[in-house]
């Protein structure tokens, strides 16, 4: 079992940058794989990016792709994912998923969630 806690959402303007943070508990850390996904009003939950447990395989969806870089430290039981040059279309609230099944990192029903951090991009 993991327990994650998102942090770093806010409100920016458009071409602005955010860096947000994903604090696991446990000594398991270095065991899962690990994605962002993202979630608007009205609109179903959906895969941003995801890094394997080693960090040696990373995939994004093609709309962020160039502009945000997901990261992970397994001393610090941390995930990151960096947001530059962000758009009105990636308001959402962010959540944090930990899977140990890295076939099953992009989809959301199963894994491990945290609570979610709000991101809000201004035209």
């Known amino acids: 079992q993991v327990q994650l806690v998102e942090s770093g959402g806010g409100l920016v303007q458009a071409g602005g940058s955010l860096r947000l943070s994903c604090a696991a508990s446990g000594r398991t850390f270095n065991n899962y794989h690990m994605a962002w996904f993202r979630q608007a009003p009205g609109q179903e939950r959906e895969f941003v990016a995801g890094?394997?447990?080693?960090?040696?395989?990373?995939y994004y969806t093609d709309s962020v792709k160039g502009r945000f870089t997901i990261s992970r430290d397994n001393v610090k039981n941390t995930v990151y994912l960096q947001m530059n040059s962000l758009k009105p279309e990636d308001t959402a609230v962010y959540y944090c998923k930990a899977e140990v099944n890295f076939t099953l990192l992009r989809r959301t029903g199963r894994g491990f969630w945290g609570q979610g951090t709000q991101v809000t991009v201004s035209s």
């Open positions: 890094v394997s447990a080693t960090g040696g395989n990373i």
